[in-house]
């Protein structure tokens, strides 16, 4: 194997540093007029004002709501199943080792 093999330590070391300065370069070319806390810095949306931070968090219960609706006579059940408490979750998760266990048993 040759010394520049592509895990060298010192190839990756060195790609690094020049990926670095590459970046580092791109980013000194930006604007320079640019300023922090200013209107510059404000969510264009075409011309309205920016709605309160509590507006534009999309709930994921909105978010997945079409999905729920068409899954709800599965996840009904299933929900009333889960109870939050870690006894019944490994008591779930012993029991269907034990039912896959059993079937490998019995189909050989």
Known sequence: MSALSFWSPLVLL???VLLSLVVLIFRNRGEKRYKKGTAQTKIFLAGEEEPDPEKL???AHNM???FFEALKHYYGPTMK???GIIN???LWFVSLIALTALIVFISG
Do not use: E, I, M
Request: no cysteine; charged share 15%.
């Open 64 to 66: 997945y709501w079409g």
């Open 81 to 83: 199943a889960h109870t």
């Open 14 to 16: 060195f790609s690094f």
């Open 57 to 59: 968090h999309v709930k």
């Open 88 to 90: 019944d979750y490994l």
